[in-house]
């Protein structure tokens, strides 16, 4: 859905789903699906995340071939931690979860050209598989 800066559906240097200058659904400059702000509640890390990235861990058994979607319980174990994200698209990255939606989770992706964390929110359908540190 679009393109611009941002990579996933729609090209560019940042995860997400097309659109604008921030990753996300269209870009913008407020909270929510495609936002660069934060969103007032939560934080981003104050460092950046590991260096190591994590294997990929592999599917759940019995998805050879099938398409699985991320709930967003799948999640929940990973919120206020430095999580890895692998999107359907084959796009990877390092994020901070702090708010779950019923379709979608919200929070912190690293921009390593930027060395620093962006807010933005990003429907579970397009997600492949998370890992989370604990």
Not at 121 to 133: E, K
Request: proline share 12%; hydrophobic share 35%.
């Amino acid at each position: 859905i679009g393109g611009g800066a941002v990579p996933g559906f729609g090209g560019g240097s940042g995860p997400g789903i097309g659109g604008g200058a921030v990753p996300g659904f269209g870009g913008g400059s407020g909270p929510g699906i495609g936002s660069g702000a934060s969103p007032g509640f939560g934080g981003a890390p104050q460092g950046p995340p590991p260096s190591q990235i994590p294997a990929k861990p592999p599917k759940p058994q019995g998805s050879q071939g099938a398409v699985l979607l991320v709930e967003p319980i799948t999640i929940r174990p990973c919120l206020f931690r430095f999580t890895y994200v692998w999107l359907t698209n084959g796009r990877s990255f390092w994020f901070y979860p702090i708010i779950l939606g019923r379709r979608s989770v919200g929070g912190f992706y690293w921009d390593s050209s930027r060395r620093r964390w962006v807010y933005f929110a990003l429907d579970t359908n397009h997600i492949d598989v998370v890992s989370c540190s604990f």
